[in-house]
């Protein structure tokens, strides 16, 4: 079998811990281009202790220095700051994960996309921040995008060989998260640690938070807009508490196909890493008779208004979504440090999308100056609920 080169953008995540237990127990030489963390030095170093990569970066300038002296013993080029992030992106590597959190992820994503090899897309914020732009230089470089969002390769799987004419629409599965069985009255007095414990999956703290808001489904809903190119009101989310099916696609016929496994992101890490094969990285197999039971729910909107906002911005289109994209990533933030409420994220983010008049996103560099406008804007408007 021939060597991939790889590179690891947010290796020290849990995207990223996951994608370095799949490399070392499935079957594939592999040799580390790049790992890319933050502030986590010392992990970021143990992890090129064993992986030996070429180059080690962290996004956060002041941890420089500690990462250098954990790593003087090695041979291996060690940056730091944001430009060093897109260096590392820009290293010839055949697969690249792309794993940071949040709007972060969207320039390294799009070097990896400049050089025309495999993309495995962990961070959605890719698509939400600036989805029209990015699938138009996909094309154009004629890179292969294999998402890794386990809906998203799920429908990626139960698409396989099947035209997209036959597609009548696509189930999009969500747990419900912690907060499913609440009403709005708890959620209003929701601690963080509450909302950041998820019934099913072990996550990053945002997209933690992002699941129990149901954010992450309306995230996720415009990422499938621009992976599938289908209508907005062909994805259907579908509220399935066990989390063991990760999404479907129904066809013309009747016919639904579903992908099924283990609530484990390293079976669609695994799939990325293999396709167009699959490959055993040892990971622990479904047994559905432990499950035993399998049930399905309407989301509800009034609930969780993040999923209609989510759907909003999608109608206005790819400027509305990033200016979603950055104020819940703002207000998540606000929550996470006790500075607003639960149900604020949603209300904040209401009002930064009222807020933004219309923008025309032509490049890259216009996304990510409407992302940083919609920051400031989210700031303002949670600086008014403190004083409130
Ligand atoms: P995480 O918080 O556990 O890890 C984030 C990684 O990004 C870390 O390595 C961190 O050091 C790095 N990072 C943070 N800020 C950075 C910056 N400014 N520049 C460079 N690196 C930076 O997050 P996670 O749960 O692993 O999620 C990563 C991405 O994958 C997110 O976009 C998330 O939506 C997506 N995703 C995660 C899961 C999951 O199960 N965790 C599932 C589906 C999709
Ligand atoms: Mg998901």
Known sequence: MTEKTV???????????????????????????????NQNVSLLA???????????VTADETKYLELKKLLNKQNVHVAAGKNAVVEAAKLDADWTMSAIVGAAGLEPSVEVIKRGKILALANKETLVCAGKLVMEMIKKYNTTLIPVDSEHSAIFQCLANNK???????LLTASGGPFFLKDKEYMANVTPQQALKHPNWSMGAKISIDSATMMNKGLEIIEAFYLFNLPAEKINVLIHPQSIIHSAVAYIDGAVIAQLG???MKTPIAYAF???????????????TKIASLTFFTPD?????????????LKIGCEATNVLNAANEIAVNAFLNQKIRFLDIAKVVKKVLENINTFNLNSIDDALALDNLAREKAKIVIKKMEEK
């Open 46 to 56: 143990k992890q090129a202790e064993i992986l030996k990569p070429e180059m080690v």
């Open 164 to 170: 997209k004419t036959e597609v009548d629409h696509l």
């Open 274 to 288: 293999g396709w167009p094969n699959r490959i055993d990285a040892k990971i622990a197999k479904l047994d559905l």
């Open 301 to 313: 909107e009034e609930k969780f208004p993040a999923l209609k906002l989510a759907k909003q911005a």
């Open 262 to 264: 283990n609530p484990d």
């Open 7 to 37: 590179t690891i953008l947010g290796s020290t995540g849990s995207i990223g811990k996951s994608t370095i237990d799949v490399l070392l127990k499935a079957n594939i030489p592999f040799r580390i281009k790049a790992l890319v963390g």
